[in-house]
């Protein structure tokens, strides 16, 4: 059965805009109320509210407060998704930190490795180990940054993940036997969780939408979608809609070439096997 979740057509700014009006109208003011609190003019503030204006982040603060919403930041969030920007230090960090904790959905393609939040721990380290700038004394450290990423599946109401990845990483020998038997039968352990869906694409597919990169789709509480794509150590988090539609358009088009999930984990269990130390 498709996954039929339609994003929210809104651009981040337009999401901006329609929550500025609608806690402004609630709480009874006026737009030139509201321009008074941010200095602004009457128009600003009607520009903002149709989406034509992207607020500076004093301004987001602001709202913030005058809506009594300063502990969960909402204003501020919402610049955030709007303002996210490719490369660059940190941008990983506003997504683990800003943006997977919220989500209530995940949907990943993986050409080339298990998705990090489905790793265990010795498969990460190896990866991190790996990679030409590790640095011995700060793998552990990221080995476990990643770990605690798995909080959000043991939470109330865990998101729903979707994630898609190449058949082929089940057989690519990252830190040997043993690593990878041990990686394969966590996969198989929290596919049996109810909001996990795992599903394999065939290695000699000829869908190319997918080859030049991996890349997140997280749908958060207010409907907005951010993407994440990683590319060759760098990414880019954005909730712009073009980008946003094109990930998508990408998404689906690879996933209507996936096994079912059934097939998906038989596989699985018959990689796992195969890896087994004792055989």
């Known amino acids: 059965m498709r996954d039929e979740m339609p ?3 809104e651009t981040p700014r337009e999401r901006f805009g329609n929550e500025l009006r609608r806690l402004r109208e609630t709480a009874g003011l006026s737009q030139n109320a509201v321009a008074v609190r941010l200095q602004v003019t009457q128009t600003h503030v009607s520009r903002l509210e149709m989406g034509k ?8 603060e602001t709202l913030d407060q005058l809506f009594g919403l300063t502990d969960n930041r909402y204003f501020v969030g919402l610049r955030e998704r709007m303002t996210a920007r490719p490369g660059g230090p940190g941008w990983f960090m506003r997504w683990v930190e800003a943006i997977e904790p919220e989500a ?15 790793q265990t721990e010795a498969y990460a380290h190896c990866i991190f180990a790996g990679a030409p700038d590790a640095i011995p004394d700060e793998i552990d450290d990221r080995v476990q940054a990643r770990i605690r990423r798995r909080m959000i599946l043991d939470r109330e109401r865990p998101p729903a993940i979707w994630a898609l990845m190449d058949e082929w990483v089940l057989r690519r020998p990252i830190g040997g036997v043993s690593v990878m038997w041990e990686q394969l039968d966590y996969l198989l352990q929290i596919s049996q969780r109810h909001n996990v869906n795992i599903q394999l694409v065939p290695g000699d597919n000829p869908c190319t939408a997918g080859l ?4 997140v789709l997280a749908q958060l509480p207010d409907a907005t979608v951010v993407v994440s794509v990683e590319s060759a150590g760098r990414g880019e988090i954005s909730a712009e809609h073009d980008l946003v539609t094109r990930i998508w358009g990408a998404y689906d088009k690879i996933r209507s070439e996936a096994f079912p999930v059934g097939t998906s ?10 890896w087994n130390p004792a055989c």
């Not at 204006?53 to 987001?60: F, G, I, K, V, W």
């Not at 949907?107 to 998705?115: G, N």
């Open 7 to 9: 994003y929210a057509p």
């Open 53 to 60: 204006r992207t607020p500076q982040l004093s301004q987001a």
């Open 104 to 118: 209530l959905i995940l949907r990943s393609w993986d050409p080339l490795l298990i998705p990090g939040l489905l």
């Open 212 to 215: 030049s990169s991996g890349f």
């Open 265 to 274: 984990l038989k596989m699985i269990k018959d990689a796992r096997d195969q």
